[in-house]
Antibody
Framework: EVQVVESGGGLVQPGGSLRLSCAAS????????MNWVRQAPGRGLEWISY????????HYADSVRGRFTISRDNAKNSLSLQMNSLRAEDTAVYYC?????????????WGQGTLVTVSS | DIQVTQSPSIVSASVGDRVTITCRAS??????LAWYQQRPGKAPKLLIY???TLQSGVPSRFSGSGSETEFTLTISSLQPEDSATYYC?????????FGQGTKLEI
């Protein structure tokens, strides 16, 4: 069974840092692209970052570029998101998401999410 | 960046009704569009990809159509468990933008 499980969320002060992790299981992790998607309380979904299967290509939303860094360790079946210079508007549930492709790309497996709260 | 606009923002319907949600892209995205369902407090769930391909395990009352800039999600016979927020997402280019969501009330 495919599973992606996030961890690392919590309360952090503005300007602080936090590192999210995602543990993947049930599939060949190194063959799939991965993403982070977030959802602020009561708001819609916002895609924030992508990494390709071998970790050499990344994309970021303008809202996080230069502050967040996505990475992966295929030997450990894990995905990470290093978040620096956090702002109140980064408060959200962060989802780790697998990307698949069959004629077109799509996000087929989502974790349960981890809550990040940026507040003093 | 490609903007994705959903309508309506909220729709109210009854069990057995047919409901259609529209998603418009600011530029052509071929068929690179997916639809997701999100129930309160839960992670989104993939319903449809490539504009019209039903994800495995999703009931056949869900269907998608469209290409380039205009897409629709149709639920043919509403069930109580379809009460949720629905999102479209373009995957033609980065950033992978989502629509703002459509809340379906039953």
């Amino acid at each position: 069974e495919v599973q992606v499980v996030e961890s690392g969320g919590g309360l952090v002060q503005p300007g602080g840092s936090l590192r999210l992790s995602c543990a993947a299981s049930g599939y060949l992790f190194s063959s799939y692209e991965m993403n982070w998607v977030r959802q602020a309380p009561g708001r819609g979904l916002e895609w924030i970052s992508y990494i390709n299967h071998d970790g050499y290509t990344m994309h970021y939303a303008d809202s996080v570029r230069g502050r967040f860094t996505i990475s992966r360790d295929n030997a450990k079946n894990s995905l990470s998101l290093q978040m620096n210079s956090l702002r109140a508007e980064d408060t959200a549930v962060y989802y780790c998401v697998r990307e698949n492709w069959r004629g077109s790309n799509y996000f087929d497996y989502w974790g349960q999410g981890t809550l990040v709260t940026v507040s003093s | 960046d490609i903007q994705v606009t959903q309508s309506p923002s909220i729709v109210s319907a009854s069990v057995g009704d047919r409901v259609t949600i529209t998603c418009r892209a600011s530029q052509g995205i071929r068929s690179h569009l997916a639809w997701y369902q999100q129930r309160p407090g839960k992670a989104p769930k993939l319903l449809i990809y490539a504009a019209s391909t039903l994800q495995s395990g999703v009931p056949s009352r869900f269907s998608g159509s469209g290409s380039e800039t205009e897409f629709t999600l149709t639920i043919s016979s509403l069930q109580p468990e379809d009460s949720a927020t629905y999102y479209c997402q373009q995957l033609n280019s980065y950033p992978r933008t989502f629509g703002q969501g459509t809340k379906l009330e039953i």
